[in-house]
């Protein structure tokens, strides 16, 4: 059985809730991935930026 720990990348890439989003779009497309975790100062995650748009 293929599992997520599998396929997952452990070198993270990550960004600070305070990145400029240039930055962070350049990251995606110069690594060619479709998502960034977003982590605070403690290192923990607050959120994701991703490649698709979210409907509001």
């Known amino acids: 059985?293929?599992?997520v720990k599998n396929i997952m990348t452990r070198d993270l890439i990550t960004v600070?809730?305070?990145t400029e989003i240039v930055h962070a779009?350049?990251?995606l497309l110069e690594k060619g991935?479709?998502?960034i975790p977003v982590v605070d100062?403690?290192?923990e995650?607050?959120?994701i930026i991703c490649q698709?748009?979210?409907s509001r």
């Open 25 to 27: 779009a350049k990251l």
């Open 1 to 3: 059985m293929l599992t």
């Open 45 to 47: 995650l607050v959120g």
């Open 52 to 54: 698709s748009e979210k």
């Open 33 to 35: 991935i479709n998502g």
């Open 16 to 18: 600070s809730p305070d």
């Open 41 to 43: 100062k403690k290192g």
